[in-house]
C-alpha cells in the first residue's frame, strides 16, 4: 500500500500516522518527492483500513498495491486449488455439470431427475430444500423433508448433492450434503460465512446480485480465514439496468477470476438469465470462457414447477445442453 502525505502536513499528526502503522505491523519506507512525502507500507495490510487512511486531513492519496484478500489471492497459491466433493474434483483442468430442480418438491420428481441428468453426464445433483424467496407467500420449500428426498437422490444415482444452507442452525440437516450452497442473498452474511469456516465441509459460495467481484472474494475469504480451504466460487448473474433477462451473466468474471483467484469458479446460467431458452448459449459461452463446471436447473415439468419453471430445461434438453458444452470443453479458455 502507498500513501501520499501532504508536503504542509501537521507534524504530530504524521508521527501519529506512522506510529499507528507501524502498531499494526507494517513496516513504512519513506520517499520524499517535490510536492509531496510518500509511504510505502510493507508487509500484510490486509487490515489496514484503507478509507479511514484516505479520511485523514494529511493524507493526499492512498493506494493498495496488494489486494485485502489472501488466502484466495492466486499470488500466494499460483496452482489451481482442487475441491473434493465426495469424489467429484472442481479445479484444475477438470469440467463438471451440476444439474437438478430449483426446489424438491417430492422423492418422486427428484430421484427421476437425478437418474435422467446422470444420464446425460451429470456429475451432482442440486436441489433446494430452504428456498430465499422474494414473497413470503411463493413457496418456501421442503425444509427438512427436502434434504431426505434429496439424501434419496444420492442413494438411487450415486450423484454427490448440493443444496443451499439459510442459517447455520441447519447445519446438522446438511451432514450428508456433499456441497453446502450460500445462496446469492447470503453472500454477505458474515455471521454464517464465519460459522462455516469453522466446518470443514465444501462450500458453494454465489456471487451476490449487486456485489463485485472483489466483495466476493472478500466474502470468500471470510470462509478460509477460519480454516475451510474447500470453497467454489459461484457467478449467477448480477443485476444491470438490463430488464430482457433476469440478471446479466458476468462472462468476464470467468477470466478475471481466474487471474486473482487460485480457486475453481462454476456458472449458472438459469439464474443468470431467467429463460430456459437462453441457458444453452449462457452454458456454452462459460465453458468456452473457460469455467471450472456449470450448475443447470433441471425440471421434469417445468410448466408446474414451484419455484423457478421458466428457467428450468426439461431432462431432454438439458442433455442436448451437456452434450454441446462437453463437446467444445477441449478448446475451453485456460488462464
Ligand atoms: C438457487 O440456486 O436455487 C438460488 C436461489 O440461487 P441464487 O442464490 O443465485 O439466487
Ligand atoms: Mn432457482
Keep these: 500500500m502507498v500513501v501520499v502525505v501532504k508536503k504542509d502536513h501537521d507534524e504530530t499528526q504524521f508521527e501519529n500516522l506512522k506510529n499507528w502503522l507501524k502498531s499494526l505491523g507494517v513496516k513504512i519506507h519513506t520517499s520524499e518527492g517535490e ?6 507500507l510493507v508487509g500484510d495490510t490486509s487490515a489496514v483500513d484503507i478509507d479511514l487512511i484516505r479520511s485523514l486531513d494529511i493524507v493526499e492519496d492512498v493506494k493498495r498495491i496488494q489486494e485485502p484478500y489472501k488466502n484466495a489471492n492466486r499470488k ?3 496452482q489451481d486449488s482442487i475441491i473434493d466433493v465426495n469424489g467429484v474434483k472442481f479445479g484444475g483442468g477438470t469440467f463438471n455439470i451440476i444439474a437438478g430442480p430449483c426446489s424438491v418438491e417430492s422423492e418422486e420428481q427428484v430421484v427421476s431427475i437425478a437418474e435422467q441428468v446422470k ?20 413457496f418456501q420449500g421442503l425444509g427438512a423433508n427436502g434434504i431426505e428426498y434429496l439424501l434419496k437422490a444420492k442413494e438411487a444415482t450415486g450423484l454427490p448433492i448440493v443444496s443451499e444452507i439459510m442459517e447455520f442452525s441447519q447445519l446438522p ?4 450434503v456433499d456441497l453446502i450452497q450460500v445462496g446469492a442473498r447470503n453472500m454477505q452474511n458474515f455471521e ?4 462455516l469456516g469453522r466446518t470443514r465441509k465444501p462450500i458453494l459460495l454465489k456471487r451476490g446480485l449487486a456485489n463485485t467481484i472483489q466483495e466476493l472474494l472478500m466474502s470468500v475469504e471470510y470462509i478460509m480465514a477460519g480454516g475451510n480451504e474447500n470453497v ?4 449467477r448473474g448480477i443485476r444491470t439496468f438490463e430488464t430482457a433477462t433476469r440478471n446479466t451473466l458476468d462472462i468476464s468474471a470467468i477470466p478475471v477470476l481466474k487471474k486473482q483467484t487460485h480457486l475453481p469458479i462454476v456458472i449458472d446460467p438459469s439464474h443468470a438469465c431467467g429463460i430456459s431458452a437462453y441457458v444453452k ?6 465453458t468456452a470462457a473457460g469455467a471450472d463446471g456449470l450448475m443447470i436447473e433441471v425440471h421434469n415439468d417445468p ?5 423457478d419453471g421458466a428457467q428450468s430445461l426439461t431432462p431432454q434438453v438439458f442433455d442436448d445442453v451437456a452434450k454441446c458444452c462437453f463437446a467444445i470443453r477441449p478448446y475451453a479458455y485456460k488462464a
Design 35 to 40: 510536492s509531496s512525502l510518500v509511504l510505502g
Design 76 to 78: 500466494f497459491h499460483p
Design 119 to 138: 444420464k446425460s453426464g451429470a456429475t451432482m445433483l442440486r436441489g433446494g430444500a430452504f428456498k430465499p424467496r422474494t414473497s413470503p407467500y411463493s
Design 173 to 176: 440437516l446438511f451432514d450428508d
Design 192 to 195: 454464517l460465512l464465519k460459522e
Design 232 to 235: 467454489i466460487l459461484c457467478e
Design 281 to 286: 448459449p449462457l452454458a456454452m459461452a462459460a
Design 303 to 307: 410448466q408446474h414447477a414451484l419455484c
